[in-house]
């Protein structure tokens, strides 16, 4: 039991230190090796320390380098990166790692303490308060644009453009696809994340020859790290709680909810700087991170409905170790949820502990120059983009979306508007349609969640146009 | 070229590895690719050799499956795994797949079931869209609209006045809005209706298409007996289906759950006999039927020469009448777009006509 939970950290930890390559990524290399579990139990704790692990790993790529670590990690590296530059990594991990240990553990109770009481609260928030919630989503790309305002909007509509290319969801026709039969399913978000993120930086560390800072006195910056966790605990949490109701409804998990904890905090703190090291930037969305691996769990055990892409690969490496998740006979296993929450919450601490003894020494890497390691970083990343089709398409879509990357950074286009716009492309159009079809102006006034939200945009969007502010590209 | 550098690749993996790939049109994870892992787990050993898969996704899982017919396929040691969907994206839309080209090695004649909230008037239902819910529509217009004329144009009116079709859901957002309410019917495979329809206590069974017999022609499921489609629709309308409305129908069903998880390799394989064989023998083995089963619910294998049987069965029902018709209630009913394949009636019907001859020989 305790070496697959070590054996699961370990590599869950180096899948998330790998820049693009998520928890997903990581289980679905796992596919050919479940087999070697003699008691499928231990599959279960291996699988979920290694969900817990590689989410808290990747914080590290974002921080370090500029590069997500993940594409749930992104909004991290926006004030993370700027505070390596200065110096600061040991203290910007730290604080991220803390925070997300934090509310993992904090939503990994609530979880799996109270997982049958979900069950009523999923079932009020339906389609319109879910394409509610979505819009609110979108009006937040406003926090996360950049104060070049035109450019942030044209940004804003090539990210719309992008995230609906695939197949029209009405006519189940191609679209924008220009007869390239690989674009049928839409361009997928790693090298999306990747090309937007990731290369720009290498090739920019590349240029310039340069490495992240040149002064890198780590003295008392873990114990400073671990303090400002504390200090800004508010914004901790309110990140942490939008990344759990993001992570409890199905189909929205990943980006979303630390883009959204991101501008949340940006939000909340309107007299504070944002884009250039602020720790409260660091914070806010590493609160999302862990609580809602842990919240993409509710749905997915209690319905055997995915709550995140990471969590359909989940649901089936556990079918393959025999555990059909969301069935009646699961629900009286008490070992199977015992494992479930044994590898997910030891962990969230065995990696929170790890992380931050170690921390300055792996911080050490934003001190060497890029030469030394840029190959390596291109041939991981290259590597996880390749995981969708593994065909020259894959090679070929994230060349294009480095190029799109390298473009948008020079001519200060807001990279994470674009990014959140595409992410959130199809869901608003789907979800527009569903409401659509099934409800009318006269049956939505009669609920009270959907009419909240909808004021919540109005506040939102007036909020977020006028507060704009950052720099980052 | 890109033809050159596949099978290129295919003499390199197939030399180096010396293994068997099976072709997934799918990302990992997804239900075919549960299926596949399952069966090549339990193949395995009686087949003496590794199994790889190998996941090739793509828009309506029709690109794994054109790469496997494309260039893949000459490989001895490529298997290609297909679903019900890929049967009826082979009816109408462009694809480049041709099951007549392949021979089968064993498939899984499964039935699909409707579910419907309990109380609910299912003369109004509320139903998931897109074009894996093709039979449902067809059925529901059949139930819903019954006999009281036979042409096209009354099915697709009375469709429209009546069912509310819902496009743009994905899997889980269907199940959670019949969970809720929001939609008062959907469908499942077997396995999955028992996880999801039968813990339900507000939802109940609504119908299901029966089981495709190797004439054509279906039969009730031991499963869910009395539900068949034919059977309530005769009990509710004092005759049985028939029409041209029903004829396109029984194609569009039967392509679909005829060969709902398939295994398939190129005419003249060398290893046919052998794959053959040891899907036999697994399906003798208790533990690995119980294994499958546990995913797609307790439906026979037909393997080998009884698969390419149910291929012929299946295309025999493709008549120039029923694909039209298919073709226009898709887009007028349903707005999909659809596309009527010519080639795909000529085919097929020439040598029957001209030889006389039964395609099975």
Known sequence: MILA???????????????????????????????????????????????????????????LLGIPGANSAAATMVDGHPLAKQGKATYALTAAITTSTVNGLLWGTLTFALLPWYVKLMMVFGIPEMWAFVMLALVCVGFVSN?????????????????????????????????????????QIMPMVAGLFAFPEILDGWRKGDRTTISHNTKGQTLNGIKAAWKYRWDSIRGGAIGAFIGFLPGLGGAMGDWMAYGSAVAANPKEEFGKGNIRGVIGSEGANNSQKATSMIPTVLFGIPGASFAAVLMALFMVLGFELGTPDLAYDTRFFNSLTFGFMWATVLVGILC??????????????????????????????????????????????????????????????LLMAFILAMKVETLTIQMTTLYTIDTLMTRPIFIILILTIIAVATLSIKKNKLEYT | MKKLIALCLMAFTTSVFADYLFIVPQKPGSGTSQWAQIVATQLE??????????????????PGFNEF??????????????????????????????????????????????????????????FSGGSGKVPEAWAMALLICGNKSTSMDYYIACFNEHVTWVNGMSNSE??????????????????????????????????????????????????????????????????????????????????????????????GNQNTFALRNALHQMTLDPDAVAAIQKKVGNYEWKIGEDGNAQVNTLIELITPEALKNLIRFNEEALGLNSIYKDHLVIEVEVPVQLEGTDLRG
């Open chain 2, 174 to 267: 269907r199940r959670l809005a019949f969970k809720r309410g929001e939609l008062n019917g959907t469908r499942e495979n077997p396995a999955a209706y028992k996880k999801h329809v039968e813990t339900d206590e507000n939802a109940e069974i609504w119908f299901h298409h029966g089981i495709l017999q190797a004439d054509g022609s279906h039969t009730d499921d031991p499963n869910h007996p009395g539900f068949q489609l034919e059977i309530l629709f005769e009990e509710r309308w004092d005759a049985p289906p028939s029409g041209e409305f029903y004829d396109a129908y029984k194609l569009v069903k039967s392509f679909r759950d005829g060969m709902q998880k398939a295994l398939w390799v190129n005419k």
């Open chain 2, 69 to 126: 017919h494309n260039s893949l396929r000459v490989s001895d040691k490529v298997v290609m795994v297909s679903h019900g969907g890929n049967g009826v994206s082979f009816l109408q839309e462009e694809v480049d797949y041709d099951y007549r080209d392949y021979d089968s090695i064993g498939l899984m004649n499964l039935n699909i079931i409707a579910a419907k909230r309990i109380g609910e008037n299912m003369d109004y239902p509320k």
């Open chain 1, 5 to 63: 939970l070590l054996l699961g950290t370990l590599y869950g930890l180096i899948i998330g230190l790998i820049p693009a390559a998520g928890a997903t990524t990581g289980l679905v290399v796992l596919f050919g090796f479940m087999s070697y579990f003699s008691d499928p139990y231990l599959g279960v704790i291996f699988c979920m320390a290694v969900v817990a692990a590689s989410t808290t790993g990747d914080t590290y790529s974002g921080i």
């Open chain 1, 356 to 417: 931050i003894v170690f921390n300055k020494y792996i911080s050490k890497i934003s001190s060497w120059p890029y030469k030394y390691y840029f190959p390596i970083l291109v041939v991981f990343i290259t590597w996880a983009c390749a995981q969708y089709t593994g065909g020259w398409e894959d090679y070929a879509i994230l060349i294009l979306c480095s190029a799109l990357g390298v473009f948008c950074k020079a001519y200060k286009y807001s990279r994470p508007a």
């Open chain 1, 147 to 187: 104060k070049w305002w035109i450019r942030s909007l044209i940004a804003i509509l090539i990210g719309l453009f992008l995230g609906s290319i695939g197949t029209n969801p009405v006519t189940n026709a191609d679209r924008w696809t220009f007869g390239w039969e690989y674009l049928g399913a839409g361009i």
């Open chain 2, 45 to 62: 050993p009686f087949l003496g050799e590794k199994i790889h898969l190998k996941h090739i996704p793509g828009a309506r899982d029709i």
